[in-house]
């Protein structure tokens, strides 16, 4: 009996120990931080002020009934010869402590209404931006722009997630904080935000701006904001997605009118770089390097980086009968998704050369060897 | 079976060998394996929770994967409140208001075995959905579609077992209303009742008006995924966001579910080791009803952010805000009720104490979460996350065990290991702290929930909440050892083993006769509540 | 202790359990209302013809109406677009928009668009007369086709809405989903 139990506590000893030098010895990480943000909207200064409003009321609240329980627990114990009283109700006293709650929460409830209201308010904005919430990432479409780009989590926390690096969380800027793309938006500038969704609920949440919205499949919902102050500002999706809910983080880059001009048309012009040579012949090695960039990208949270998938889950590439079967069956199912399966139609997303990267870099990495090569231009003819 | 266990005439002798507790009948009996049961599933659930505190411990990914991470927060969840709290509550009542209303056992006994021994059926159900293809349940136990519907084959286990477990928890119910309603001894009035059997009257009903709608949510989830109905579904003219109308409709009225016993817990240990009367009782059973009745209108505040319109947004912020008022009448008629007590300290007490403090500190941040703009920040961090762990660890938990030390005693006709029982209180009572209360600066600064890995700038509280959680997570064992410890024996107690307990059950011999009550008590206003 | 009296409230008991089973599925239709009246989650409503011509322009009035197109790409490889990504109008006034829509697969697919409108309460005041989203469109391999919605802005439109958006998101039709994932 005694035997297993100290060695029991040894391997607790020695957990315990552990974990605590762990404490010791990891660099001082961050700022301990403790409250909500201020922000940088006219609408999350009110919302900070009525958190902070609130959070004082309470304390106040905590603080006269605690002090009267601990009086309580210090006088009026048996073994300083308190003899209890006999009293057991008093409508004054009943009617007292219903009243001054009701009057506390009417107090609360004026300004939060006001906020609340103000909220509300998406009319007369200068810009529309639609944002798309996918597994797991973010589309951004600047609505009569003809803007639409993907975002994803950025590539050096991806490696740190999918242990193809050896990195350390606190080696990278921004760990799970930083995107390929973010999000540019102009300050002083009212902007309405519609959000939506493409496969299951998300939510859209940068604290910075006040407020977070649920991104709902078949449904639209719309809210403001008006950034004052230039600068970057992270967030995360706030609703569980499936695996990689906490992967698919936000970033806003505020900039001033002129820059958010500028950035429109360089960013316009680069996206049309980008798919531009599709009707050339490419070569399998820049395929390969193309499409390898590519997956990890957008194909390898489920299918994983070394194309073994999840087993049960998502199903590995890796001698798989899509990846080394018919390439017909292949560029369908990479063009228009797999309806009832979390497997997205990427024809919609991905431009064609890209998609011929991926096909072919599926078709000839880790070890499947089928050695054709998909051409843009063969994927051009599908569309 | 042994040959003892087919038969015994000798009266009041209880049956023998495992027939005894297959076949059981017996209140008595049936609530002690309730009571024995949500003590496994707490710690099945709790070795969930160290497993995500262990991933939490540093940022990267060092113990599970992400799936695997949400597997276990799901489960922890449903374990913990259909395993753990529920039928814990479920198991006192059993035990107790046959013996507070002085009636012989429950008015369904037959019923009441099936409600208890489908309970080990389900979850064995639950817990196999580990070994399936696609991995357990990972879509949150709140199962919102459509993400819930690409749960692998664990989905119809999972629906399955939900409807499993209503219908125990709706046997329970049935059972306990039966039993107040028809099996008083004579001169206990309603408004004689103890509170701890006023609040579960009102639970069992809750339960019966909440958990069908629940019971008939997840069905439509069913017919959604396999029989071509679109409630949920968009694309037929279904709407995702109704089904988080009709699971909240369930799910508000479920915590009151999970707290109101604690409430009536609390409100039977304060008078005894205050020796005084409760104060406000009348206004205690009025509040309860205000409660529960209020928890059918606020079931939105849990989706404030899918966007709805403002007309609504701020009904449901009012309606939410209302419900501050008589839970606060709670708390000070508590602390009315020990202000010029008499107060001994024992286990039973300072669990009910810290359940006063802490769960007040729960109910501040409720009041928080209930203002619409403010809450648009809130939602979904991890100060909800040490909200209604708060409000259902500090609270319901901390109440359950303040019930377990307050009646083993009664229950084992031995006097648990005071020392031990104080050290179990007191290491529960500081990590727990450690445990949750970081967890707001975490939601505050930005920290989503039901996140495997997160930014380093959450590092440092993530780090002490773990060790707060590790070493919560040990104390418990010291439960364990108390409670082996004063069934295997202790110092004989009386009868009515704390000097200032009130009501029938402190009649009763300690341990009580197997069948009490036989011969129905006679309740005066002197003998009657605390 | 009379058993009658226990079966009695046991039986009340059991009715109340079926009751409120019950009232769990008749929560869908009361939602479905509810959502009407209120606007609630966004959906919107639909007039007939003559009534749409009743109402009287309100000149001295413009709003403005985005269009919004999406596809749920899980299931559906097709384009969508909104041929103006946004109108002025005066309420009362019916108006048309045009939506672009192409398969860009071989084989023929069915879908349905569900249409959503945020502010979700101007949905209460936005009426088609008109529109592809009132059944479900088959669109050959390779099809492409403009599909037109007619609508008029209710003149009680509230004062505070300025702006508002109708989305469309096309679905593969439920139907053929069931289908194919079979």
């Known amino acids: 009996m005694s035997k297993p139990r100290t060695s029991m506590l040894r391997t607790l000893f020695l957990i315990v120990v552990s974990f605590t030098s762990m404490l010791v010895v990891t660099p001082a990480w961050a700022d301990w931080a403790l409250n909500l943000t201020k922000g940088v909207t006219p609408i999350s200064h009110q919302v900070y002020d009525l958190h902070m409003r609130i959070l004082w009321i309470m304390v106040v609240v905590a603080i006269v009934v605690f002090a009267t329980m601990l009086w309580s627990i210090i006088h009026h114990r048996k073994d300083k010869g308190a003899v209890a009283a006999k009293f057991h109700h008093s409508t004054a006293l009943e009617l007292l402590w219903t009243a001054i709650p009701i009057a506390i929460l009417v107090v609360i409830a004026i300004p939060a209404t006001k906020t609340l209201i103000a909220m509300e308010k998406t009319a007369d904005a200068d810009i529309t931006i639609k944002i798309t919430g996918y597994q797991w990432k973010w589309e951004y479409n600047y609505m009569g722009e003809d803007l639409t780009f993907f975002s994803v989590l950025a590539a050096d926390s991806r490696a740190v997630v999918d242990k193809t690096s050896d990195a350390k969380p606190e080696d990278i800027d921004n760990y799970l904080l930083d995107v390929d793309n973010p999000v540019v938006l102009p300050i002083n500038t009212k902007i309405r935000i519609l959000t939506t969704a493409a496969d299951v609920i998300h939510a859209w949440w940068v604290p910075a701006l006040g407020w977070k919205r649920d991104a709902i499949p078949g449904f639209i919902n719309d809210n403001w904001t008006y950034i004052e102050e230039p600068g970057i500002y992270r967030g995360q999706c706030a609703e569980l997605c499936g695996k990689d809910h906490g992967y698919m983080p936000i970033v806003v880059k505020a900039v001033s009118k002129a820059e958010y001009q500028t950035w429109l048309v360089e960013t316009k012009q680069k996206i049309a770089e980008a798919s531009s040579g599709a009707d050339r012949e490419w070569t399998l090695d820049e395929l390969m390097a193309r499409g390898e960039g590519v997956y990890k990208t957008n194909c390898a949270a489920c299918h994983q980086a070394n194309g073994e998938g999840i087993p049960g889950v998502f199903p590995a590439l890796v001698a798989s009968p899509i990846a080394t079967g018919a390439v017909e069956d292949h560029i369908n199912i990479v063009m228009n998704g797999k309806a009832g399966t979390a497997m997205a139609a990427y024809g919609a997303q991905l431009n064609d050369i890209d998609i011929a990267a991926i096909i072919t870099y599926e078709r000839n990495a880790w070890g499947n060897k089928v050695g054709d090569l998909v051409q843009p231009m063969t994927i051009q003819a599908t569309r | ?530 | 202790m009379a058993r009658k009296d226990i079966n009695l409230t046991t039986k009340k008991l059991y009715l109340l359990v079926v009751v409120m089973f019950g009232f769990g599925f008749a929560l869908v239709p009361i939602y479905n209302v509810f959502c009407e009246v209120t606007g609630l989650n966004g959906k919107t409503g639909e007039i007939a013809v003559e009534k749409a011509e009743v109402l009287a322009v309100d000149i001295e009035r413009y709003v403005t109406v985005e269009f919004d197109t999406n596809v749920n790409q899980a299931t559906l490889p097709w384009s969508f677009a909104a041929k103006k990504f946004k109108i002025r109008v005066h309420p009362g006034e019916v108006s048309d928009a045009v939506f672009v829509v192409k398969n860009k697969s071989n084989r023929s697919i069915k879908g349905q668009a569900i249409p959503s409108v945020a502010p979700a309460q101007a949905s209460l005041f936005f009426n088609k007369t008109e529109c592809f989203c009132f059944t479900q469109q088959t669109l050959a391999p390779y099809e492409e086709r403009e599909m037109l919605v007619r609508f008029v802005v209710d003149t009680k439109l509230p004062k505070k809405i300025e702006t508002m958006t109708l989305s469309y998101t096309f679905f593969l039709s439920t139907d053929e989903n069931k289908i194919t994932s079979l």
């Open chain 2, 1 to 530: 079976m042994s040959e003892a266990a087919v038969h015994d005439d000798h009266h009041d002798h209880k049956p023998t060998g495992i027939g005894r507790w297959l076949f059981s009948t017996n209140h008595k009996d049936i609530g002690t394996m309730y009571l024995l049961f949500s003590l496994l599933m707490f710690f099945v659930g709790g070795a969930m929770a160290i497993v995500i505190r262990a991933e939490l411990f540093q940022p990267g990914l060092q113990f599970v994967n992400p799936q695997f991470f949400n597997s276990m927060t799901t489960m922890h969840a449903l374990v913990m409140i259909f395993g753990a709290v529920m039928p814990a509550g479920v198991g006192l009542a059993n035990w107790m208001i046959p013996v507070m209303i002085g009636a012989p056992d429950m008015a369904l006994p037959r019923m009441n075995n099936m409600s208890f021994w489908i309970l080990p059926f389900g979850f064995t159900l639950l817990l196999s959905t580990f070994f399936m293809d696609g991995g357990a349940p990972a879509g949150g136990w709140t199962m919102y579609p459509p993400l819930v519907l690409q749960t692998g084959n664990a989905f119809p286990f999972l629906i399955f077992t939900v409807h499993i477990l209503g219908i125990s928890s709706i046997m329970g119910a049935i059972n306990i209303i039966a039993t107040v309603f028809n099996m008083r001894a004579p001169g206990m009035t309603f408004m004689r009742l103890p509170l701890f059997v006023w609040t579960w009257i009102i639970t069992a009903f809750l339960l019966i008006a909440a958990l069908p709608v629940f019971a008939g949510a997840v069905t439509m989830l069913l017919t959604d995924q396999y029989f071509g109905t679109s409630f949920f579904d968009a694309a037929g003219g279904g709407d995702p966001v109704m089904f988080q109308h009709l699971f909240w409709f369930f799910g508000h009225p479920e915590v009151y579910i999970l707290i109101l016993p604690a409430f009536g817990i609390v409100s039977q240990i304060i008078p005894t080791f205050s020796r005084k009367r409760l104060f406000g009782y009348t206004s205690m059973v009025y509040a309860t009803v205000a409660i529960a009745f209020l928890s059918f209108f606020v079931w939105a505040h849990h989706m404030f952010t899918v966007g709805m319109p403002l007309a609504g947004e701020l009904f449901f912020m009012y309606a939410t805000m209302t419900i501050a008022i008589p839970t606060g009448v709670k708390i000070f008629n508590w602390v009315a009720t020990m202000w010029r007590g008499s107060m001994t300290f024992e286990t039973p007490m300072l669990f009910s104490i810290a359940f006063i403090v802490l769960f007040s500190v729960g109910g501040f941040s409720g009041v928080m979460m209930s203002i619409t703009p403010v809450d648009f920040q809130y939602h979904d961090t991890y100060f909800i996350v040490a909200h209604f762990h708060y409000v259902l660890v500090t609270g319901a938990v901390f109440a359950l065990f303040a019930a377990a030390y307050y009646w083993l005693p009664k229950w084992t006709g031995h006097m648990y290991d005071e020392g031990l029982g104080k050290l179990h209180f007191w290491t529960s009572a500081v990590f727990v702290n450690i445990l949750f209360f970081p967890q707001h600066f975490l939601g505050l600064a930005g920290m989503p929930r039901r996140i495997p890995d997160y930014a380093v700038q959450f590092a440092d509280w993530n780090m002490v909440s773990s060790l707060g959680g590790f070493a919560f997570g040990l104390s418990q064992l010291i439960f364990v050892v108390v409670v082996f410890k004063c069934i295997r024996g202790g110092d004989k107690v009386t009868d009515q083993v704390w000097e200032g307990a009130r009501g029938l059950e402190w009649t009763l011999s300690s341990p009580p006769p197997f069948h009490s009550f036989t011969v129905p008590p006679k309740v005066t206003e002197e003998s009657a509540h605390g």
